[in-house]
């Protein structure tokens, strides 16, 4: 299944901030548990690399790569197992060593001119993002129209009351947000809390 086919069947991506590598098992559980076995670590601790790697060593997890701003961040993020890569804006190298390594980018796009150069870096797929005050769903919705081979992952100020807004669009694959996986909650090791999140936002979206 490609990344984009994986994001449309489940609606939902984690996106996950892990200080400590040792809650990168028990989260996967708790994710696969919970119903969303896909997740975002975010390159924002000195934990992710390996967080990743232990995620996807875990087997029911699909894991991507979150906050890469560099090419060797993409390379880092792959050897550790990442299968997709997320970035907040557009950058050309990035996306160019996704490429070299076979996976998926989704660099962050949220105007006309950034989605036409992700176009002509043969990307379709772009995080939409910071969502929440880049004009939310309704601007998606505008993008969409000129764009319609586009489709989007809007990201960013979204939680459990305003993911539908998004998700009711064509144009969207899936969103993103952390309101499942509380960075608290999961430094706390509450894991079980995670997945009755986990679980709960799984039902919610499939209403």
């Known amino acids: 299944m490609t990344i984009p086919d994986l994001l449309r069947r489940h609606r939902l991506v984690p996106v996950v901030v892990l200080d400590d590598a040792a809650h990168a098992e028990p989260l996967a559980e ?3 548990t919970g119903g969303l076995p896909v997740a975002e670590v975010t390159f924002r601790t000195p934990a992710a690399a390996e967080s990743i790697a ?10 991507g790569a979150g906050t890469v701003l560099t090419p060797k961040q993409v390379d880092v993020a792959v050897e550790a197992g990442a299968r ?5 804006g557009f950058d050309a190298a990035v996306v160019r060593r996704c490429h070299e390594h076979g ?3 989704l660099p962050g796009a949220v105007t006309a001119t950034e989605i036409m150069a992700a176009l002509a870096a043969g990307v379709t797929t ?9 004009g939310g769903a309704k601007a998606v919705a505008a993008l969409a129209a000129p764009f319609g081979q586009v489709s989007f992952v809007p990201t960013g100020g979204i939680d459990a009351t305003t993911a539908a807004d998004y998700l009711g669009l064509p144009s969207v694959l899936a969103v993103g947000g952390s309101w499942m996986v509380p960075r608290a909650a999961v430094a706390a090791g509450e894991f079980d809390r995670v997945t009755d999140l986990v679980r709960a936002s799984v039902e919610a979206v499939a209403r």
């Open 84 to 88: 997709f890569v997320v970035s907040p």
């Open 126 to 134: 772009v995080k939409f993002f910071p969502a929440g005050t880049s």
């Open 103 to 105: 996976v998926t980018p």
């Open 30 to 32: 708790a994710l696969a």
């Open 54 to 63: 232990r995620m996807a060593a875990h087997g029911g997890v699909t894991v």
